[in-house]
């Protein structure tokens, strides 16, 4: 079985971009976890209420298929994080999948490993995207490699099924 873990703020997540994709995954038998910076419940922009499975920091990357960050306000904590960075980094130079939607992409520009890659991001985030070397598309979502991004929460459906292509291939 497939694992993947979604790591969302701890509040203000965009409620579609977590929820779509975890269904779409779900539905055909990925395992998904949901990984923040506490356990206790999180909230989403929207008022939807989600208890993570594990912290953010405890993620191994040698147990999971695909790692991806989840959009919305709070999602700019991670922007800068180290661990976030490093987690991305280890994902990508160990083949696996990396994604990112909505402002969650800018954290993977962030940490390095969007340059010279066909990405995309909400449109208020594309400075983010661009400042660290991405090839800025304005697709709703891009796939390149093994790296996966998209525009927002209107995608959500389409890059929960990317992913899904990405981890069958």
Known sequence: MKK????IAHEGFRDEELLHPKEVLE???VEVKIASTEVSE???KLGAKVKPDMLYSDIKISDIDALVFIGGPGSVYYWDDPIAH???NQVVKSGKIAAGICSG????AKAGILKNKRSTVFIGNVKELIDNGANYTAKAVEHDQNIITANGPLAA???GNEILKALNQ
């Open 4 to 7: 993947v873990v979604m790591v």
């Open 27 to 29: 539905n055909n038998g």
């Open 42 to 44: 999180a909230l989403g």
């Open 86 to 88: 490093r987690l991305l």
């Open 105 to 108: 992409a800018a954290t993977l």
């Open 157 to 159: 459906k389409d890059f």
